[in-house]
T-cell receptor
Framework: AQSVSQHNHHVILSEAASLELGCNYSYGGTVNLFWYVQYPGQHLQLLLKYFSGDPLVKGIKGFEAEFIKSKFSFNLRKPSVQWSDTAEYFCAVNAPPGGSYIPTFGRGTSLIVHP | DAGVTQSPTHLIKTRGQQVTLRCSPKSGHDTVSWYQQALGQGPQFIFQYYEEEERQRGNFPDRFSGHQFPNYSSELNVNALLLGDSALYLC?????????????FGPGTRLTVL
């Protein structure tokens, strides 16, 4: 079965700082990768996803993530964060067809951006 | 276009009671998945329903059961509630059998067990 590790549980940044949130997964086969965001009081929303092709994926609100297969990683980045990026960020992976296509989530990273 | 809706928003129960949570999927979706999100944790998969049958199940006891109706809406039932069942319960809808499809999440039901 697949699993996901998010190493940074709490991140505090000032506006305009650069962001990188780590995500590593464990599964030896083909994977699909996702980053979700949960803004305060709102539901989980998809930021971006990777299925195949270009390992650098661009999502909404200026976020991007890079899939590095050799490192089993899918780190989320943003060059300049805003106060409105304050939220919980979840990395998720599913692994069809050999594994399950039900996504497995990491425990999340809480990001606080100070104005 | 209505997204995923869930009811109720909040619920308070006592140990040993039973609870039913409801979910309506996004228009055009036929599959409903339920997740439990404990405080400070990521969502954990409970089970998935398609064509009114449970298709996959996560590592949750039989106290957790569900149902899907012909209109694709779904219910999650939890019997003999324990304090540890306190969590945010999320419903997500999607199209069955398409692993690259995006799951759309509802706002969740916050269950507190006293």
């Amino acid at each position: 079965a697949q699993s996901v590790s998010q190493h940074n549980h709490h991140v505090i940044l000032s506006e305009a700082a650069s962001l990188e949130l780590g995500c590593n997964y464990s599964y030896g086969g083909t994977v699909n990768l996702f980053w979700y965001v949960q803004y305060p009081g709102q539901h989980l929303q998809l930021l971006l996803k990777y299925f195949s092709g270009d390992p650098l994926v661009k999502g909404i609100k200026g976020f991007e993530a890079e899939f590095i297969k050799s490192k089993f990683s899918f780190n989320l980045r943003k060059p300049s964060v805003q106060w409105s990026d304050t939220a919980e960020y979840f990395c998720a992976v599913n692994a069809p067809p050999g594994g399950s296509y039900i996504p497995t989530f990491g425990r999340g990273t809480s990001l606080i951006v100070h104005p | 276009d209505a997204g995923v809706t869930q009811s109720p928003t909040h619920l308070i129960k006592t140990r040993g009671q039973q609870v039913t949570l409801r979910c309506s999927p996004k228009s055009g979706h036929d599959t409903v998945s339920w997740y439990q999100q404990a405080l400070g944790q990521g969502p954990q998969f409970i089970f998935q329903y398609y064509e009114e049958e449970e298709r996959q199940r996560g590592n949750f006891p039989d106290r957790f059961s569900g149902h899907q109706f012909p209109n694709y809406s779904s219910e999650l039932n939890v019997n003999a509630l324990l304090l540890g069942d306190s969590a945010l319960y999320l419903c997500a809808s999607s199209l069955y059998g398409i692993p690259t499809d995006t799951q759309y999440f509802g706002p969740g039901t916050r269950l507190t067990v006293l």
